[in-house]
């Protein structure tokens, strides 16, 4: 079936890297743009970052630090996150980013923790 | 960037009821590519309604989404036990693709 997988989270320092990634399965993963978005602990949603097929996009909180990717011979997405900072603090989700039909897939998210 | 607005911040309801949430945007949202998502506690979002009043796949009918512009409305015509959650509208019409701060249900 359709399906998003996370992984990679876990305890970084503060200024530490980390390299998030999403295995995708049950669609052609190279005919879709995909997100990340992420979620502090008791906070809202806020997006990351997107790509397409042949662009990128970032949030202003991120930019000059995350990096997304995609590799279509694996059917993965990545985000390399580096600088990592306290407020980067949050569960991790990949998304299926259709540009009509919104986010309609999602992971079960990976959690990411900043602390010294 | 396109700020949105949801209100209230909670909404307290009983099962049966009818729940109404608004979002309001900062600017008008591109071809008003509108989608409201449902959270529940540790669980991933849940894709209600797109492009502000389609139903996502497998969505039961009682949800319903209108609104154009800058002024969008998700509507649970009545409640069921598994409906109490919190509901986020976002904005995909441009970059960044900007959240709403949420709106929680909560069973009166």
């Known amino acids: 079936q359709v399906q998003l997988v996370e992984s990679g989270g876990g305890l970084v320092k503060p200024g530490g890297s980390l390299r998030l990634s999403c295995a995708a399965s049950g669609f052609p993963f190279g005919d879709y743009f995909m997100s990340w978005i992420r979620q502090a602990p008791g906070k809202g949603l806020e997006w990351v970052s997107y790509i397409t097929t042949g662009n990128t996009f970032y949030a202003d909180s991120v930019r000059g630090r995350f990096t997304i990717s995609r590799d279509t011979s694996k059917n993965s997405l990545y985000l390399q996150m580096n600088s990592l900072r306290a407020e980067d603090t949050a569960v991790y989700y990949c998304?299926?980013?259709?540009?009509?039909?919104?986010?309609?897939?999602w992971g079960q998210g990976t959690m990411v923790t900043v602390s010294s | 960037e396109i700020v949105l607005t949801q209100s209230p911040g909670t909404l307290s309801l009983s099962p049966g009821e009818r729940a109404t949430l608004s979002c309001r945007a900062s600017?008008?949202?591109?071809?008003?590519?509108l989608a409201w998502y449902q959270q529940k506690p540790g669980q991933a979002p849940r894709l209600l309604i797109y492009?502000?009043?389609s139903g996502a796949t497998g969505i039961p009918d009682r949800f319903s989404g209108s609104g154009s512009g800058t002024d969008f409305t998700l509507t649970i015509s009545r409640l069921e036990p598994e409906d109490f959650a919190v509901y986020y509208c976002?904005?995909?019409?441009?970059?960044?693709?900007?959240f709403g701060q949420g709106t929680k249900v909560e069973i009166k």
């Open positions: 976002q904005q995909y019409g441009s970059s960044p693709r900007t």
């Open positions: 492009a502000a009043s």
């Open positions: 998304a299926r980013d259709r540009a009509v039909h919104a986010f309609d897939i």
């Open positions: 600017q008008s949202v591109s071809n008003n590519y």
